[in-house]
């Protein structure tokens, strides 16, 4: 089955740089990858996803770029605010006519520093 | 509004006795799923539903039972809980097709879940 990793388990940056976050899967059919944030105490919310027909994505200072020949995909935040400190989940997915599973990465936690 | 809710947000159990926590979506979502959260492992998935009456096995499924009889409704049971099922469970729904957010997990509250 799919297995994801995620590097670096935590990371520490200060304000106004930037941080990124890689993720490797084994699963060439995995074709959907979104990335989750949880801030503490509360559900994960996607920040943003890629799907495997397209090599990178950007919604304003959150990017994702993927490498479907490596398997694997990384998150860019620039210009880091404090307000992005939380956990982030990268996930691999294959979603086809007969199911979805979604496979997630043990999180990184991102700490931006005033 | 549009969400996700599961019940209870919090219960404390013993040993082998059956319960259940119910989940409830109002988007009309085809795929409902459930995962359990645990420190340094991240979200793992136990079951998926792609529609009423499909239900499939995640990567975790020993020890959890789930039904789809309704398309809102996707509960998860828990026949004999033992304390190796202490978590935070999450359940969550999304569309299937493709177009605009397809794929895209709404997640519920959470259900923080201990078993002496």
């Known amino acids: 089955g799919e297995n994801v990793e995620q590097h670096p388990s935590t990371l520490s940056v200060q304000e106004g740089d930037s941080a990124v976050i890689k993720c490797t899967y084994s699963d060439s059919a995995s074709n959907y990858f979104p990335w989750y944030k949880q801030e503490l105490g509360k559900r994960p919310q996607l920040i943003i996803d890629?799907?495997?027909?397209?090599g990178e994505k950007k919604d304003q200072r959150i990017a994702v770029t993927l490498n479907k020949t490596a398997k694997h995909f990384s998150l860019h935040i620039t210009e880091t605010q404090p307000e992005d400190s939380a956990v982030y989940f990268c996930?691999?997915?294959?979603?086809?006519?007969?199911?979805?599973?979604?496979?997630f990465g043990p999180g990184t936690r991102l700490s931006v520093l005033p | 509004e549009a969400q996700v809710t599961q019940n209870p947000r919090y219960l404390i159990t013993v040993t082998g006795k059956k319960l259940t926590v119910t989940c409830s979506q109002n988007m009309n979502h085809e795929y409902m799923s459930w995962y359990r959260q645990d420190p340094g492992l991240g979200l793992r998935q136990i079951y998926y539903?792609?529609?009423?009456?499909?239900?499939d096995k995640g990567d975790v499924p020993e020890g959890y039972k789930v039904s789809r009889k309704e398309k809102r409704n996707f509960p998860l049971i828990l026949e004999s809980p033992s304390p190796n099922q202490t978590s935070l469970y999450f359940c969550?729904?999304?569309?299937?097709?493709?177009?605009?957010?397809?794929?895209?997990?709404?997640f519920g509250a959470g259900s923080r879940l201990t078993v002496l």
């Open positions: 890629i799907r495997s027909n397209v």
């Open positions: 996930a691999a997915s294959y979603s086809g006519w007969y199911g979805q599973n979604f496979v």
């Open positions: 539903s792609m529609n009423v009456e499909v239900t």
């Open positions: 969550a729904s999304s569309l299937r097709d493709r177009g605009p957010g397809a794929n895209v997990l709404t």
